[in-house]
């Protein structure tokens, strides 16, 4: 079946450092790409999704491109913000409007 | 406005109280959903309801009920619960189902405690 596989964590980063966190995906079909973050307490928010391949989803400074060759969809941003803290969801909806979720990798920034 | 409301935000109930989760959302949504987030763990899919049908119900014990009264509001009924069913509860909502690209928007959560 589909599934969503992403790096684990804790991510420990100093203010202003360049992120990347890992994401590659097994689909069968034609897959939508979602990044999710949650902070502490509260539920998911939508951060930024691609629907196809070449795509680039972007959102606050996060961006991460859907790659169909290597199947990854990587979350990227330049300067990371002590209120970036949070845990962040990898997602991909299938054709049948499932949606799963990877494990989760928790991103804590330094001051 | 992506807002998804869910009462309450807190539940603590006995393993024989019948109690209910309730979640709504004035979008227009056409699709609404129910996930079960435990501590350090991705939300798992519970149930899904498309143009207020139940469409998918991941096996889902029959100790929760869920309830679609119309496009706006969806309820969890809660019955003999076990401690293990203490975690998160998220709903969610979309706009149209069978559309590529649909887009989930969950709600801040009901937190669950069964004692």
């Known amino acids: 079946g589909d599934s969503v596989t992403q790096m684990e964590g804790p991510v420990t980063l100093s203010e202003e450092a360049f992120l990347t966190i890992n994401c590659t995906y097994t689909?069968?079909?034609?897959?939508?790409l979602f990044w999710y973050v949650q902070y502490p307490g509260e539920g998911l928010q939508l951060l930024l999704k691609?629907?196809?391949?070449?795509d680039k989803g972007s959102n606050k400074g996060f961006e991460a491109t859907y790659r169909k060759e290597t199947t990854s969809f990587h979350l990227e941003k330049g300067s990371v913000q002590v209120s970036d803290s949070a845990v962040y969801f990898c997602?991909?909806?299938?054709?049948?409007?499932?949606?799963?979720f990877g494990s989760g990798t928790k991103l804590n920034v330094k001051p | 406005d992506t807002e998804v409301t869910q009462t309450p935000k807190h539940l603590v109930m006995g393993m024989t109280n019948k109690k209910s989760l309730k979640c709504e959302q004035h979008?227009?949504?056409?699709?609404m959903y129910w996930y079960k987030q435990k501590a350090k763990k991705p939300p798992e899919l519970m149930f899904v309801y498309s143009y207020e049908k139940l469409s998918i119900n991941e096996s889902v014990p029959s100790r929760f009920s869920p309830e679609c009264p119309n496009s706006s509001l969806l309820n969890l009924h809660l019955h003999a619960l076990q401690p293990e069913d203490s975690a998160l509860y998220l709903c969610a909502s979309s706009q149209d189902p069978d559309r590529d690209g649909n887009t989930i928007y969950f709600g801040e959560g009901s937190w669950l405690t069964v004692v």
């Open positions: 691609a629907t196809k391949a070449d």
């Open positions: 997602a991909l909806r299938d054709d049948f409007n499932k949606f799963y």
């Open positions: 979008m227009g949504h056409r699709a």
């Open positions: 689909a069968t079909g034609y897959p939508s």
